[in-house]
């Protein structure tokens, strides 16, 4: 413990004049967030990044696991270091040592799941997509509004420091008004069974969409399709989709696939400025700022590296802050803007032929 370097702490101040049109910006330190209890349901894949980076950089603490095969479970928790591991995930909901639940099973379970969650009391975190539709996630918001229950869709990237610097230029206004947007997430992945399986969830857009699609939601929240196009396979799921977004006078294009690997950038083009994530938009990573205008229609650009390792622990952090604060919702990712994403997804879904 004495070598822990917190990375957050580490990050390099903003450069100039990212700063000025940042100000107000607020980075909370994940390691300062009041100390959370975390329950998992499901051992698989993404459960391991948690496991493994909440307890590394957050307040946050991994104390409990659930899964259908207990032996799975078994090896999950030793390989972690957790110390409780339950028969059933309706165990690991009524834990009282779980102060809060994160759902990690895939998206055709989350509303089951987080439900599960709700009724014993438990905030709950929701891995995106936060369900298979928008009436899924009306239910899972009716049922906390009832209960008084905070949840929170897992979408991870919005609380990560660059993406917190860039809405906060946009809502200062500096750089004047949205001109056009664009976010692309594209992954070799076609091979994972999970993702081409109707059954399972299975298309690019609940899996990869989601980012590109809340990433133009949180920047032009009132954000509406024009069109949308998609790549079917032969049983239905998208390999490949295409959407056409209009706020105002802001255009917008989100994309995602699963044949093949893009830069996974994302950008933001104002009047006076343009903001760019060049790789990796949804995970922690560099934001640039072009301001240009007058004699200088190029711009001059400046760089800000927010790459930190891990993530998750600023989702977790946020999770932790409103929960201590007594909040149903969190207004880095409001209800209001999980369930717009959702609305979007399911009408791009209906425009490409997607059931
Ligand atoms: N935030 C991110 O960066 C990120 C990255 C990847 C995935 N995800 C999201 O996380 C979720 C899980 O993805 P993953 O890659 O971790 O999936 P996964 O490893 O294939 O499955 C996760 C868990 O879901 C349950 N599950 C799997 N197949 C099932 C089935 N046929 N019936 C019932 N339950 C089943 C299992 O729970 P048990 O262990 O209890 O058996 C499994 O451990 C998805 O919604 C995905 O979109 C997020």
């Known amino acids: 413990m004495a070598d822990f370097v917190n990375p957050h702490a580490a990050l390099a101040p903003l450069p100039e004049p990212l700063s000025h049109f940042a100000r107000g910006v607020e980075l909370p ?102 369900t298979m539709n928008a009436a899924q996630a009306r239910r899972i918001f009716d049922a906390a509004r009832e209960r008084g229950v905070f949840v929170m869709e897992a979408m991870w990237t919005r609380h990560l420091p660059h993406q917190r610097v860039l809405r906060q230029v946009l809502a200062n206004g500096g750089l004047g008004q949205i001109v056009s947007a664009q976010a692309d997430h594209g992954q070799y992945l076609w091979h994972v069974p999970r993702l081409t399986d109707p059954e ?36 239905g799921v998208d390999l490949a989709n295409v959407a056409v977004l209009r706020a105002g006078e802001a255009l917008a294009v989100a994309r995602s696939n699963f044949s093949g690997r893009s830069a996974t950038a994302a950008e933001v083009v104002c009047e006076r400025g343009a903001l760019e994530l060049p790789l990796q938009f949804y995970r922690p990573g560099v934001l640039q700022l072009r301001t240009f205008g007058g004699e200088n229609p190029d711009g001059d650009t400046v760089t800000w590296d927010a790459t930190v390792p891990g993530g998750f622990q600023y989702e977790a952090a946020e999770v932790a802050r409103c929960v201590a604060a007594g909040a149903l919702e969190s207004a880095v990712m409001p209800w209001a803007d999980t369930l717009a994403v959702m609305e979007l997804m399911d009408e791009v879904r209906e425009r490409i032929g997607v059931h």
Do not use: C, N
């Not at 390691?31 to 998992?40: C, K, S």
């Not at 409780?84 to 509303?111: C, F, G, K, N």
């Not at 857009?205 to 079917?232: E, K, M, N």
């Open 200 to 235: 399972l969830g299975g298309g690019a857009l609940l899996d990869l969409g989601v980012y590109s699609l809340s990433f133009i939601q949180s920047i032009a929240p009132d954000a509406r399709l024009v069109s949308a196009d998609g790549v079917l396979t032969d049983a």
């Open 29 to 130: 330190d994940p390691m300062e967030a009041p100390a959370l209890r975390w329950g998992i349901i499901g051992a698989g894949g993404i459960a391991r990044t948690f496991a493994r980076d909440v307890p590394a950089y957050s307040s946050g603490r991994v104390v409990a696991v659930a899964a259908r095969d207990q032996e799975r479970a078994q090896a999950f928790a030793q390989e972690y270091g957790i110390e409780r591991v339950h028969d059933s995930y309706e165990q690991l909901v009524a834990d009282p040592q779980v102060d809060a639940v994160y759902v990690a099973t895939i998206h055709p379970m989350h509303a089951e799941h987080a439900l599960l969650a709700i009724e014993a009391g438990k905030p709950v975190l929701v891995e995106k997509a936060f």
